[in-house]
């Protein structure tokens, strides 16, 4: 038995639907809506602004403080409330997802917060939130140099899936667990990746794969980004693309 056609009868290359909503948290800097199907995720920027206290700040640059988080009922079984070792290492990959791109040193001894709240979870919400927060960064007016995309890959009973939902993360042959799960996050412009995790095992040159797959994948991603973006007139936010 292998994995031949997805439970959700997606192709394997495919996401779930993208629906992007900008500047759904008025009070916010900068603000978005991101989500892969059921995995809904919203990131809200606040600042930059004066770091307190005060032995904090970096007069180089910007401090970026990002926390990430799951409601308690975005998941069927209650999730626990309050920080967790999970959400502190997601806070962390995100965190140094993001950072490549942000042009930090503008805002000297500055700080500025970015939440990303899981309001529903279907597995994928790291990626998801990393995709709000870079468009509610840009929302922000922060400067940036490219705008991150993110995609989980799954190697799912050895077929190399887009978008892996929960379903997909538990899949099992004979009682074994036959699925791995690879986030990755690209900076499309320099083709950099900035984000690369492994839940599971998987071959070296079916990780090769897994990474074009998600490169591709996140390329799209970055078009309905990048919509969203010009839909609110603000583009023009990113600088002009050097030559490569
Ligand atoms: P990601 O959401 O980025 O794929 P994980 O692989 O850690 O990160 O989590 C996979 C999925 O497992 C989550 O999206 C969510 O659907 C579910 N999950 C994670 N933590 C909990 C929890 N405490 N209670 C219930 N479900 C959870």
Known sequence: MTYEKRYDGRDFDETRKVEIKMGVIPRANGSAMFSFGNTKAIAAVYGPRLMHPQHLQNPEKAVLRCSYDMLSFSVTERKKPGPSRRSSEISHVIMNALTPVLQLENFPNAVIDLEIEIIQADASTRCAGINAAALALAHAGIPMTDLI??????????????????????????????????????????????????????????LKKVIEAGNKACMKINEAQKKALRDLKMETELPEEEEK
């Open 149 to 206: 995309s993110a995609v989980s890959v799954g190697n799912i009973g050895n077929k190399i899936c887009i978008d892996i939902t929960k379903e997909e993360e538990d899949y099992e042959e004979d009682g074994e667990k036959l699925a791995t799960d690879i986030p990755v996050a690209f900076a499309p412009r320099k083709n950099r990746l900035t984000l690369l995790q492994l839940d599971g095992k998987v071959k070296p040159e079916v």
